[in-house]
Every structure is written in structure tokens, then in C-alpha cells.
């Protein structure tokens, strides 16, 4: 769940020595600002320690999103919900984390409550704390400190199972201290600052009434104890808004999430990246956004992308691709560069293979595929197979296509020999296989001394022999049609024996 001090706001401001920063509400937004939080897609390269005189580098956060942030004033007129928080002064609209209602002065920020919240159980709300809850007082020096508390008790209406109405109960308690001050960097600039840490703790029971009966349940239907968040925020004279913010798994741990203030100078980052389908097709995308400076701007990519003019540059190859954006005012540049990366080729080896048997069809091709994006499918020119591995296939030339994810595809084409339709290449009635059918024992006379093969029905190669005159041979007791390839001086013949 967001942290409430999370929700809005943080007020930039400084002194001119480190040991004196002070935050002080002259320094404070005013209805009608508006700013830039550009949101890191790295959160974990930020270190968020350091005590006393300290720096903080944000220059390589990489950006994916620009936050929006605007104040004003409160108008029931034009915003009639605006009635439901009436000691609110100022009206903070952040663009991921909702609506605030501000009470600000010269000695605190205080939070009158929530717009169209969601704290538990997917039900949006409007909530207006019973006790409104300091975001900051002034003045707030470095190692100054302040806890705060406050209750939410709201009723809505639901249509969760068998509720008709939710009663939400949040005990809220935050603890903040300056806790070192020193130098933030960014991409743009350097700033002098404080940082504050916020640990906000938040203990939250949801009550149902039934909706047949209109009994509340005496037992919570949720309860979430102890649910802390850990803040951090750095801040700087005159921004009117805080110059960065992370926050963290625990004290001084890991970020999990960071953002910086963009100042008003022209700056632009690279999104909606869409690298190379296949490993050799130059099909890239990528989107060039910016933002700060007049408005008036034009963008040129680099001569690897084109030298494309239109702040989505498309047919990218695999590659580094440079951006300028120019503020037509100003004549302030901006450069960004975005990295195409390319799946590696879809590459097909042969396992193994077998020869058609004499019963036919019985060929077999299995291939190995890697490369490209998984998972592969596959196709056969001869067979009915759509996995690696064909097993009905006649002797010859055969071809598979492998098909990635994307669509990428690479063919191999190999042979298998066949035994079927094979005839005796020369005809010697002196060759002599006995007994034939057999139990798997037979003899085999030749008139020459001949080169012996055996095949099983699969094409495989069982026994290989010489035979001078006669020889003995042996197959299991495995019943079926075998092939015998007699080679000699005069020429090649083929034969059969059955095994019983």
C-alpha cells in the first residue's frame, strides 16, 4: 500500500551552510505550480545511506517515466468534491499517487485527507483524516525530528461477497528526522541539500456488514498489522518541491524504487523500446520523449537510424542509435542513445538419423534447435511430425523449418537411404541362407569370400562380418523381417530373412 507521506508532497529548501539547511515554508510550492519527477527504471543503483556530510548521485538512474505533479487552489465551484475537505488550502494532484488536500502555513504542512483512495480490499475512497497529519513543520533543521499520528475510520459502500458496506479502520503513525545533509547530483545538475528519512507504520482492520441481515461483523473480514514503509527525500533551496525521493526494503537498504526533480532546461529519455524480432532483420522501435524547455523542439536520430526526424524512429537494426533533441528557442540540445539488441540466430544440428526399414515410412530425423526466442515449433516438408524428431519418413531429401516465438524461422535439409524397392544387383544361386524362416540362428554360404551386413526393420545395422565359404550368425529371438547386404567381387545382392 502507498505511504501517505509518499501520496505528496516535499517542500525544497536550504541555507547556505550544510550545518544550518532549514527547511522553511517560504520555499514552499504555490497553487499553480506544476513539476517533473522523472521515475527511475534502476532504483537499485541508488545508495540511500549516508550520515552527516554526505553525497548522493542520481546521475545514472535511468529513466522510463515522467511523473506529473500540479497544485491549486480549492474551488467547489469548478470541483464540487472540493466540499469535502474544507480546512484544505491547496489541492496536490500527483499523477500515480492521486489527489491530497493540503493545509499549508507557516509553521506546518498538514494532510486534511485523500482522494478516491484505495487502502485495502480494492475499495476506492474519499477520506478526510479525523486528526489532520503533519507532513512537515517549519523551521526543520538538520537532526530535528518530529512523529506524527492520525486515525482513518470511514464507512463505503461495497459489493464485496456478501458486504454492502465496508467500515475501514487505519491507525497511521510516522516518525521523520533530518538525518544528513551534503551534495545530490543529477543528469542536469548539483544541488546542495537535506535528507529527510520517513518511516511511516500503518495498522489497518476492514469490518463488513452483511447485506441481508445489515449486521456488522464483530471480527474484522482483513487486518494488516505493522505495515511500514521506509522514505527517503532529499531537498533543496527553492525548487518548491523535493529534489529526489527512494524508497527502501528497510533503514538504509535496498532502493526499491527512485526519482528525481526535472529542472525547467530541456531533457529527454528513451522508451517504449522495442529491440529486433529476428537476428537478422533490422525491425527496431524506439521512442524519444521530451520534456522541459519551450516546447518548440525538433529531433534528429543518427545516420545508423536513418537520420529519422520523428521522435518514434522505426526499421532499427541491431546497434547503438544516437537521438539530439533541440529546443527551437533556446537552442539548448539534449542526447540520448538507446542499444538494439538482436536474438541470437536460430541454429539446427542433427542428433541422429535412420535409414527406411523395409517395412516403409519408418524413416528417422531428430534435430536439436537453439537460438532465436523460445519456445521453437517445428515443420516437416514429408512428415506429419511438429516436434524435433520425424519418425515416418521415406528415404531421401527432407527439410524441417524451426519457428521461434517471433515468427523467425530457419530450415536444414539432410538424407536418409532406403532398403525399400531394393534388388539384387547380381544373381548367384550359389549364395545359400539357411534355415530361413529361422529362430534367429541361420548360416550363410557364399561363393566368395563377401562382406556381411544385417539390418533390422528400422534401417539400423546389427551385425557386420566377413564370410569366407560359409558363416554363423545369431540374431535375438526378436521376431520380424531382417535384411542381409552381401558384397563381394562380382557385384551386390540383397536378402531377406525372417526370424520367427
Known amino acids: 500500500m502507498k505511504n501517505i507521506y509518499t501520496l505528496i508532497l516535499a517542500i525544497s529548501l536550504s541555507a547556505s551552510a550544510f550545518s544550518q539547511i532549514s527547511l522553511d515554508s517560504a520555499d514552499l510550492f504555490q497553487p499553480g505550480d506544476e513539476f517533473n519527477m522523472l521515475n527511475g527504471k534502476n532504483p537499485s543503483i541508488i545508495d540511500v545511506k549516508g550520515m552527516g556530510d554526505s553525497l548522493w548521485d542520481f546521475s545514472s538512474l535511468a529513466t522510463d517515466t515522467v511523473i506529473k505533479i500540479a497544485t491549486r487552489k480549492p474551488n467547489s465551484t469548478l470541483h464540487p468534491v472540493d466540499a469535502l475537505f474544507p480546512e484544505a488550502n491547496t489541492v496536490f494532484s500527483h499523477q500515480k499517487r492521486g489527489v491530497s488536500y493540503l493545509v499549508t502555513g507557516k509553521d506546518s504542512i498538514m494532510i486534511d485527507g485523500l482522494l478516491d483512495y484505495d487502502f485495502v480490499l480494492g475499495v476506492k475512497m474519499n477520506v478526510n483524516f479525523k486528526k489532520n497529519m503533519m507532513l512537515m513543520k517549519f523551521p526543520f533543521n538538520y537532526q530535528d525530528s518530529f512523529t506524527t499520528t492520525t486515525l482513518i ?68 473480514v482483513f487486518t494488516q498489522p505493522a505495515d511500514t514503509t521506509h522514505t527517503y527525500r532529499w531537498y533543496a533551496k527553492g525548487k518548491g518541491y523535493q529534489i529526489a525521493e527512494a524508497t527502501t526494503d528497510e533503514r538504509n537498504g535496498a532502493c526499491e524504487s527512485a526519482s528525481y526533480l526535472l529542472n525547467d532546461s530541456i531533457f529527454a529519455f528513451i522508451t517504449n523500446i522495442q529491440h529486433p524480432k529476428c537476428h537478422s532483420t533490422g525491425d527496431g522501435q524506439a521512442e524519444v520523449v521530451a520534456v522541459g524547455g519551450s516546447g518548440n523542439r525538433t529531433v534528429v536520430w543518427s545516420a545508423s537510424a536513418n537520420s529519422q526526424t520523428t521522435f518514434v524512429a522505426t526499421n532499427l537494426a541491431p546497434g547503438k542509435h544516437f537521438v539530439t533533441v533541440t529546443d527551437l528557442i533556446s537552442s539548448a540540445t539534449f542526447v540520448d542513445s538507446v542499444e538494439m539488441v538482436a536474438p541470437d540466430s536460430i541454429n539446427i ?42 519418425d515416418d519418413l521415406v528415404g531421401g531429401t527432407h527439410t524441417v523449418t524451426v519457428t521461434d516465438l517471433n515468427l523467425c524461422t530457419k530450415t536444414l535439409s539432410d538424407s536418409i537411404g532406403s532398403f525399400v524397392g531394393i534388388s539384387e544387383a547380381y544373381s548367384d544361386h550359389r549364395i545359400k541362407i539357411y534355415p530361413n524362416p529361422s529362430s534367429g540362428s541361420f548360416q550363410i554360404d557364399v561363393p566368395l569370400k563377401s562382406q556381411v551386413s544385417i539390418y533390422n526393420s528400422l534401417g539400423e545395422k546389427l551385425i557386420a562380418q566377413q564370410v569366407v565359404e560359409s558363416g554363423s550368425f545369431s540374431i535375438p529371438n526378436n521376431p520380424g523381417i531382417y535384411l542381409i547386404q552381401i558384397k563381394n567381387e562380382a557385384g551386390s545382392s540383397i536378402h531377406q530373412i525372417v526370424v520367427q
Open 153 to 220: 475510520d470511514t464507512i463505503v459502500d461495497t459489493n464485496i461477497a456478501f458486504y454492502d458496506k465496508v467500515r475501514i479502520v487505519v491507525d497511521i503513525y510516522n516518525f521523520n528526522v533530518a538525518e544528513s545533509y551534503g551534495k545530490l547530483k543529477t543528469v542536469q545538475s548539483n544541488y546542495d541539500v537535506l535528507k529527510v528519512y520517513s518511516q511511516e507504520a500503518r495498522d489497518i482492520k476492514a469490518y463488513g456488514r452483511n447485506a441481508i441481515s445489515k449486521q456488522w461483523d464483530q471480527n474484522p
Open 349 to 390: 544440428t542433427v542428433v541422429s538419423k535412420t535409414d527406411e526399414g523395409i517395412e516403409g515410412k519408418n524413416g528417422i530425423i531428430e534435430i536439436n534447435s537453439a537460438g532465436g526466442t523460445l519456445p521453437h515449433t517445428y515443420k516437416w516438408d514429408k512428415s506429419a511430425s511438429t516436434t524435433n524428431k520425424a
